[in-house]
Nanobody, 127 residues
Framework: QVQLVESGGGLVQAGGSLRLSCAAS????????MGWFRQAPGKEREFVSA????????YYANSVKGRFTISRDNAKNTVYLQMNSLKPEDTAVYCC????????????????????WGRGTQVTVSS
């Protein structure tokens, strides 16, 4: 069992930055690949970024590539999402998720493949 708690969301102006954190409970955090997903009002949940359990491979949605950076600190049981050059269309609830399944993009970008979810943190970008 893994429990995930996100933090770091808030209100920011377009062009600004935020760093989201996802703290995980449990001693096996380092064996989980982690992903960030977001859901805006009236829209489906969408993949944002993911990182494999080793931290050696990262994936990004095209919409955030070059602006967002995912990282993890296994000693702190935490995964981060640094978000720069934020745009109003980045406004959403951001959730982190964990899985022990294959660390391929096809898997990690699929919400149904994730085993555990946090409740999310709201990110609002004003224009």
């Amino acid at each position: 069992q893994v429990q995930l708690v996100e933090s770091g969301g808030g209100l920011v102006q377009a062009g600004g930055s935020l760093r989201l954190s996802c703290a995980a409970s449990g001693r096996t955090f380092s064996s989980y690949s982690m992903g960030w997903f977001r859901q805006a009002p009236g829209k489906e949940r969408e993949f944002v970024s993911a990182i494999t359990w080793t931290g050696t491979t990262t994936y990004y949605a095209n919409s955030v590539k070059g602006r967002f950076t995912i990282s993890r600190d296994n000693a702190k049981n935490t995964v981060y999402l640094q978000m720069n050059s934020l745009k109003p269309e980045d406004t959403a609830v951001y959730c982190c998720a964990a899985t022990q399944k294959s660390g391929t993009l096809i898997t990690l970008a699929t919400p149904a493949a994730m085993d555990y979810w946090g409740r999310g943190t709201q990110v609002t970008v004003s224009s």
